[in-house]
């Protein structure tokens, strides 16, 4: 598997997941070279708080997607609370106050599909636990773009609303509890000379 | 060409059809969320391909205007981010007094909503005297929307929420009349606007303003056209006149930044500098 081509991992959770994030983010090594993207159901007034705290728990760059901003690799994004935080072809940020979407803002459907668009193949899409069915459409559109799709296993979710519903679209490429996920990430985000002097050694 | 490619196309066929026939001009939208409302717009109206759009949208004038209502669809309310309205009631109107005669225009200001509430607060403020009140959007239906004034009653509880927590000198309710389960402002207030057509994209400047509110509305346009509206509030304020942007907006990518002085980061409120 040609691990090394992904460009972005967008990750999509609700109820539940910032516990898991939390995890990720404490094994994530400084190398980790893609950029990681996510769009939480957040309180509409949450001011960067949920920011201020997760960058104290990770050796990465965390902070809030800006309009209009260059999507930089060793950096993990947050979507602002009541926008759609949204991907362009040229790697930069949009946000919108777009109605609702799934009764979300930020909704994870319109991160991924826009997602989907600017980067095709070359992207990754997470599920995380959640309790509603944002993120089904969005999944489908990044497996018609040919990305990589990936489900939180239901058994292992606090809330499995949310992945069952991504995996009973049938466009999940790979089911995965937690601790799975968490070294299938950092053996996507390795940049190639990291993993090259890995195998050497 | 991958699937992507061609309705990339498509779009740019559609945007131009639209700008030819039409003269209104999305071509500078952001690219992605422009995609999203014509997907949206396409499924509405039973279209199979973004194309097959096309030869409707030229022979067919309420196509048209249903697709451009589709377009401009966005969410607001009165007050929305009351720390803002709090904020342009100490830190701005202040300033602004000290001049005889005062000209405000709130761009892209779509059903009205906090074009009423920045009214409210020059009524509270006691500028509204000498205060000439422009509110603008391309979108002929969301102006007369804006116009008529007419709020949801599910709403009241929380606008009047916002209200107080803006600074307000007395209650909501000071401003609407309840009628037919909806509320309808007072025409004192609505007196206060003037609301026009005015199209950010193909217009030109508004002369001598000493504050512009424009929010969330440029976060929908791409860098370069981002630029050609900052260069147009700036060249339509005064020396020392206030632009006030969304709260996730901002001057960072704009060659006009080193232009304004910040006066308030969190709220984006900038000042022209002399």
Known sequence: ?201 | MKSGDIETIEIRLLLDTIFLRYGYDFRGYAKASIRRRILQFMKMSGTACISDMIPRLIHDESYFEKMVMEFSITVTEMFRDPSLFLTLRQKVLPLLKSHPFIKVWHAGCATGEEAYSLAILIHEEALDKRTTFFATDFNDNALKKAKAGILELECARQYSQNYQLSGGKGSFSDYYHARYGALAIKRGLKKKITFANHNLVTDQVFSETHLILCRNVMIYFDKALQERVIRLFYESLVHGGFLCLGMKESLLFSEYQDKFRVIDQKNKIFQKKA
Not at chain 1, 23 to 49: E, M, Q, S, Y
Not at chain 1, 66 to 86: C, V
């Open chain 1, 1 to 201: 598997m040609k691990t090394n081509k992904y460009k972005a991992i967008v990750i999509g959770g609700s109820a539940g997941s910032m516990e898991v994030l939390l995890k990720f983010f404490h094994v994530l090594p400084k190398t980790f070279r893609v950029p990681i993207i996510i769009a939480c159901h957040l309180h509409p007034l949450d001011n960067g708080g949920l920011v201020e705290f997760f960058r104290l728990q990770t050796n990465l760059r965390v902070k809030e997607a800006e309009d209009k901003e260059q999507i930089r690799s060793g950096y993990i994004y947050f979507s602002p609370a009541n926008y759609h935080l949204l991907i362009e072809q040229d790697n930069t940020f949009s946000l919108s106050v777009d109605p609702k979407v799934n009764y979300a803002r930020p909704s994870i459907d319109v991160l991924f599909e826009s997602a989907a668009v600017a980067w095709a193949d070359e992207l990754i899409g997470i599920i995380l636990t959640g309790a509603n069915s944002d993120g089904t459409a969005g999944i489908c559109a990044i497996k018609l773009n040919q990305g990589l799709t990936i489900a939180q296993d239901p058994s292992d979710s606090a809330y499995p609303v949310m992945p069952q519903a991504a995996i009973d679209t049938g466009k999940i490429d790979i089911i995965l509890c937690v601790d799975e996920l968490d070294m299938v990430l950092q053996y996507i985000g390795l940049d190639i000379k990291t993993k090259g002097s890995h195998n050497a050694g």
